[in-house]
């Protein structure tokens, strides 16, 4: 019996959408294991699910739908087990009232701007019969410190802003995100060097729009000075980062790439369109000749450099002829 007792308790995250959300889905692991959590072989063996959820495409969502219907039977075979819902999909009040009313065995509804808060919500989902829903309307400050399980040895996501002020017309991402808010780079640059401390090698710098990064902090720094300042870092190997907007690649970002030897020369560049009335519909800020004049001038400065793309097909209002 005494051993029963001690048996940890398990969990398990299914993550869905881009690296931010598996960034986020490292976070939660981490609170987790603070509480005393260990993960989980499998559903079966899970004393709390956490479902991380996505709302950039519609293919995430219905696979998340999906999953919660197939929860429903693990539920009723175990009633204790704590099934929990947040991200961008439940940031949407919405959506977070809407699985709360179509799978009412879901234990804890939680957004994106809260989840410093999952211990404390868990502890009170455990404590009542009713779903726990909670949303954050604004993001507070980044909270800094909060434990991170991270899923490699060798590389590792650094979050360096959150939110985003662009809103494409297409993008839903501002309005559960929220707005752009940097972090400062001495906690940026403490995080890589206890990183490197760790073993880790390879960083890759997170953010909705990188090239923005700065703006909105007092230091006067911008993502080409963080980005020198992280090449200095001893022991560190290689530096990546997504996701940049071609509106805000400077030519000093540009030389900046071409100097520093620790980052890859790999960029990844979404021009969404390549029609000047489908860009100017989406909101992108630029022209499809500032676009490829971009792109020329990046090949000029680093001649071996990899250059992928996103391209949007048959946004409304786009013709075959605009294709």
């Not at 005494?2 to 881009?18: A, E």
């Not at 959820?53 to 519609?58: A, D, G, H, P, S």
């Not at 999952?118 to 779903?131: G, I, Y």
Request: hydrophobic share 35%.
């Amino acid at each position: 019996m005494d051993d029963q007792k001690k048996k940890p308790l398990r969990y398990l995250t299914f993550t869905f959408g881009c690296q931010m959300n598996e960034h986020d889905s490292e976070v939660i692991a981490g609170i987790l294991e603070d509480m005393g959590y260990r993960p989980a072989a499998g559903e079966k063996e899970a004393d709390v699910l956490l479902v991380n959820t996505c709302c950039v495409r519609e293919t995430a969502e219905n696979k998340v739908y999906g999953l919660l219907g197939r929860l429903r039977r693990l539920k009723q075979a175990k009633p204790s087990l704590i099934i929990g819902v947040g991200g961008c999909m439940t940031q949407q009040k919405a959506v977070a009232e809407k699985i709360k009313s179509r799978f009412p065995y879901v234990d804890l509804i939680f957004g994106t701007h809260n989840y410093h808060q999952l211990a404390d919500l868990l502890r009170k989902t455990q404590a009542s019969r009713e779903t726990i829903l909670e949303l954050m309307d604004q993001a507070s400050p980044a909270v800094e410190g909060l434990p991170i399980r991270r899923s490699s040895g060798i590389g590792a996501w650094v979050v360096i802003a959150h939110g985003c002020n662009n809103f494409c017309t297409y993008c839903i991402v501002p309005y559960v995100r929220g707005k752009e808010c940097s972090r400062h780079p001495e906690e940026i640059l403490s995080e890589i060097r206890n990183l490197v401390a760790k073993g880790y090698r390879e960083v890759t710098l997170l953010g909705q729009n990188v090239n923005s990064y700065g703006r909105d902090l007092p230091q006067k720094i911008d993502f080409a000075g963080l980005l020198m300042e992280v090449n200095k870092i001893d022991d560190l190997c290689r530096i990546r980062f997504v996701t940049s907007h071609p509106r805000d690649f400077t030519p000093c970002l540009i030389e900046t790439i071409s100097l520093c030897s620790k980052i890859c020369e790999h960029i990844h560049l979404p021009v969404q369109a390549g029609n000047n009335h489908v860009l100017q519909s989406m909101n992108r800020g630029y022209r499809r000749e500032y676009y490829l004049d971009l792109v020329e001038k990046i090949r000029q400065a680093i001649p071996s450099v990899a250059i992928t793309t996103d391209i949007m097909v048959g946004f409304p209002g786009e013709t075959g002829e605009d294709f």
